[in-house]
């Protein structure tokens, strides 16, 4: 009899301990939500990846980013360089879009991103006619760049949004840009800094020996 209630008692009080941790624990991030916002898993027809499940082997780990005082800076070969704020980029048009990412090595996802047309911010800066390439530079002293016919030409946009939610640290907040088509080395993180060019350039990754064409299905290499 004394055994039995022993055992009960013990089983009361892993359960009351159990009950109780999890209390504890409320303010930890639930999967799928972040900030108070709610992530989407499916949109348009089309099964999105969780974002907790999608993986970060960025070259210096997460950048964390004050939103107050980020600023987007966009020069180069421009009428009037500019600088934006984040409340200032999300004040122009947004667009939503499911695209994968495909990284080179083989793994991938699928996001709904929303963001801005890199061609809506282009419009206030003025592009100059001698324009052919555009660098992005990251927090993280990551680059790579893309042509501007091929920014243009698909609608190819800066996120500030995945999944219906902010964009997380971990996945580049403020902005990732979305090179649909092109593998995920083309993909910027944590973008601080557009430069318009007139020659070639080679980011990061491109700089040691990946292809910078970068489209999906092509080879990964140069040379
Ligand atoms: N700033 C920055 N952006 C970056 C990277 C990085 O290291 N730094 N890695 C790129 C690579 S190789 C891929 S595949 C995509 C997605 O990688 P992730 O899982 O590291 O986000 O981000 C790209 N953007
Ligand atoms: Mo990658």
Same mark, same amino acid.
């Given at each position: 009899?004394?055994?039995?209630?022993?055992?009960?008692?013990?089983?009361?009080?892993?359960?009351?301990?159990?009950?109780?941790s999890g209390?504890v624990s409320e303010d930890q @991030?639930?999967?799928?939500?972040?900030?108070?916002?709610?992530? &989407?898993?499916?949109?348009?027809? @089309?099964?999105?990846?969780?974002?907790?499940? @999608?993986?970060?082997? *960025?070259? @210096?780990?997460? =950048?964390?980013?004050?939103?107050?005082?980020?600023?987007? =800076?966009?020069?180069?070969?421009? /009428?009037?360089?500019?600088?934006?704020? !984040?409340? /200032?980029?999300?004040?122009?048009?947004?667009?939503?879009?499911?695209?994968?990412?495909?990284?080179?090595?083989?793994?991938?996802?699928?996001?709904?991103?929303?963001?801005?047309?890199?061609?809506?911010?282009?419009?206030?800066?003025?592009?100059?006619?001698?324009?052919? &390439?555009?660098?992005?530079?990251?927090?993280?002293?990551?680059?790579?760049?893309?042509?501007?016919?091929?920014?243009?030409? $698909?609608?190819?946009?800066?996120?500030?949004?995945?999944?219906?939610?902010?964009?997380?640290? /971990?996945?580049?907040?403020?902005? =990732?840009?979305? *090179?649909?088509?092109?593998?995920? !080395?083309?993909?910027?993180?944590?973008?601080?800094?557009?430069?318009?060019?007139?020659?070639?350039?080679?980011?990061?990754?491109?700089?040691?020996?990946? $292809? $910078?064409? *970068?489209?999906?299905?092509?080879? *990964?290499?140069?040379?």
């Open positions: 009899m004394k055994r039995i209630l022993l055992i009960t008692t013990l089983i009361l009080l892993f359960f009351s301990i159990s009950t109780f209390c @991030q639930e999967p799928g939500v972040y900030d108070n916002e709610s992530e &989407t898993t499916f949109y348009a027809g @089309q099964e999105l990846t969780p974002i907790a499940e @999608q993986r970060n082997n *960025a070259i @210096q780990g997460t =950048q964390y980013i004050d939103r107050e005082s980020y600023r987007l =800076q966009v020069d180069g070969l421009v /009428e009037n360089p500019m600088e934006f704020s !984040y409340e /200032e980029i999300k004040a122009l048009p947004r667009t939503s879009k499911v695209v994968d990412l495909d990284c080179v090595e083989g793994w991938g996802f699928t996001g709904k991103w929303t963001g801005v047309k890199i061609a809506d911010l282009f419009e206030e800066v003025g592009v100059m006619e001698n324009v052919s &390439t555009v660098i992005f530079y990251s927090a993280d002293g990551y680059s790579t760049a893309l042509e501007l016919d091929y920014l243009l030409e $698909n609608d190819i946009i800066l996120a500030y949004g995945l999944n219906d939610v902010t964009l997380p640290p /971990e996945r580049g907040f403020p902005l =990732q840009l979305v *090179a649909e088509s092109k593998y995920g !080395y083309k993909w910027a993180k944590w973008i601080v800094r557009i430069e318009l060019s007139d020659s070639e350039y080679r980011g990061y990754w491109e700089e040691r020996g990946y $292809n $910078n064409r *970068a489209d999906v299905g092509g080879p *990964a290499f140069e040379r």
